[in-house]
């Protein structure tokens, strides 16, 4: 209950222009301003520097140039050129070539073809550069889609593609299996989206609960499965069933955001497992954002201490 409206509540002051010019002007200003914990940082050239730290680590990663919802063509052509650039810094950087990306910052809520030609120019520099391309999943009107698009693109070949679902909704344990026999690489999540209860359970252990169902199905059906939580339950629950059922830890891995529960992170590279860190960056982070503050309201207070210790 309270997760849902804590939710709804951050969906709706997303929405806030003078909060978007607040936390823009103080939560990146400095190396240790509040959104940085995060957020890489604004530019490319950051979020390079915070993946070679997190690879230091002993860890892998997948770079998110943030942005979403773009409401014209030429803004979605624009992301598409910067999603380019962004690979040719990666392989220039040397970094892992592994990046997420949204459909709606591409225009699907303007086109869905012309959304479909974007995410094929991102494709055809990706593809033969070796990058690995994962399509995040958006809010549930755009899941047909997103594993339409998927699927056509798949069917033409590009196979360095996956996909996300989420266990908030009462579609993904059947997604899961469609996507497995098509032989897709899936990132299972819990999901940050305030949904109706007509698509999407309402009580937070009925998520978590698909979410254990759905983990089991990856973990032996699954193609190289991504599990995306910070759940030490759900994590548990992984590492457990992997060793009942044989499976290795190179055949699985574990997915956390950047600066979400870093121990953990640690811990389980010491224990054999591997890890990528998702690292968003790009000047379009407040969304992104407020989605972190609405799955755990105690960053709230860190986010108004930052905000008060900048103004001083
Ligand atoms: C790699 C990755 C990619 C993702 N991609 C998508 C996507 O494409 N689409 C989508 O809808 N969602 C995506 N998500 C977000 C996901 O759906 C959840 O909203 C988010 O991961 C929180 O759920 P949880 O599984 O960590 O479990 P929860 O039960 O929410 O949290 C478990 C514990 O994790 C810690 N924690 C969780 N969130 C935070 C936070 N924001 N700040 C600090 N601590 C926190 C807390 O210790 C909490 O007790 C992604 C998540 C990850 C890790």
């Not at 997303?14 to 995060?38: E, I, V």
Request: aromatic share 8%.
């Amino acid at each position: 209950m309270l997760d849902s409206i804590s939710k709804a509540f951050f969906h709706l002051i997303a929405q806030s222009g003078t909060l978007k010019k607040l936390a823009s002007r103080y939560g990146m200003r400095r190396s240790a301003s509040f959104a940085r914990r995060f957020i890489a940082g604004e530019t490319v050239a950051e979020a390079i520097e915070a993946a070679r730290a997190v690879e230091a680590r002993g860890m892998l990663i997948s770079l998110d140039l943030l942005g979403e919802s773009v409401t014209n063509l030429e803004e979605a052509d624009a992301a598409t050129r910067a999603y380019v650039g962004v690979l040719d810094a990666i392989v220039a950087s040397g970094v892992e070539r592994n990046i997420s990306l949204k459909l709606t910052q591409l225009g699907l809520d303007v086109d869905k073809a012309s959304a479909v030609d974007n995410l094929r120019k991102i494709m055809e520099r990706a593809g033969p550069a070796g990058f690995f391309v994962r399509i995040d999943m958006e809010q549930s009107c755009y899941t047909d889609v997103t594993l339409e698009i998927f699927e056509t693109l798949w069917e033409h070949g590009y196979r360095q593609m996956g996909v996300v679902l989420q266990s908030a909704l009462r579609r993904s344990e059947a997604d899961l299996t469609r996507m497995n026999a098509l032989g897709a690489r899936v990132r299972i999540v819990k999901g940050a989206y305030k949904e109706p209860k007509t698509v999407a359970y309402a009580k937070k252990t009925d998520v978590d609960a698909a979410y254990a169902r759905m983990l089991k199905v990856l973990i032996t059906d699954g193609h190289y499965g991504a599990i995306g939580t910070h759940d030490p339950a759900m994590i548990a629950l992984a590492r457990d069933w992997a060793r009942e059922a044989g499976v290795t830890p190179e055949r699985f891995e574990f997915q956390m955001l950047y600066g979400v529960r870093r121990d953990l992170q640690t811990m389980l590279v010491k224990a054999g497992y591997r890890v990528r860190v998702y690292i968003p960056f790009g000047r379009e982070w407040f969304p992104y954002f407020m989605r972190r503050l609405g799955e755990r309201p105690a960053n709230v207070m860190f986010v108004i201490r930052g905000i008060l210790g900048e103004r001083g």
